[in-house]
């Protein structure tokens, strides 16, 4: 099988017998290399757990110290706050079961007068 393919043969300008290329290996230039390659991944790892050990101290901080767990709270707080203000006075919630919305204090002396009324110490 004969291949005519010059790619990968020299020329004879070129000269005869050719050098094998790649024959002189660099052993300070692999040594170099080799540390460069060494100390660049170290890097790159020294500065991703860095950035994560910031990142989630951040996060904890936020977390432990912040009020983020407590915002669902404050918030069902403040609504039911509110519900008990009733600035108004008593509002009407379902008139058919005689059911309304009265302030804390109001409900609280109405409480103390019903059981007032009903002791038998009287």
Sequence with gaps: MSHDDNWFRHRE?????????GSHVSATGLGLTLLGTVFGVLFVI???VAYFNSYTLDKKTRLVE?????EPY??????MEADLALVN????VNRDEGIA???????????VRQYAEESPDR
């Design 74 to 79: 404050q918030q069902y707080r403040a609504q």
């Design 101 to 111: 919305k009265v302030s804390k204090d109001t409900a609280a002396a109405m409480v």
């Design 13 to 21: 300008e070129e000269g005869f017998p050719q050098a094998e290329h």
């Design 66 to 70: 912040g009020t983020t767990l407590a």
């Design 46 to 48: 020294l500065v991703l």
């Design 89 to 92: 006075g008593p509002q009407l």
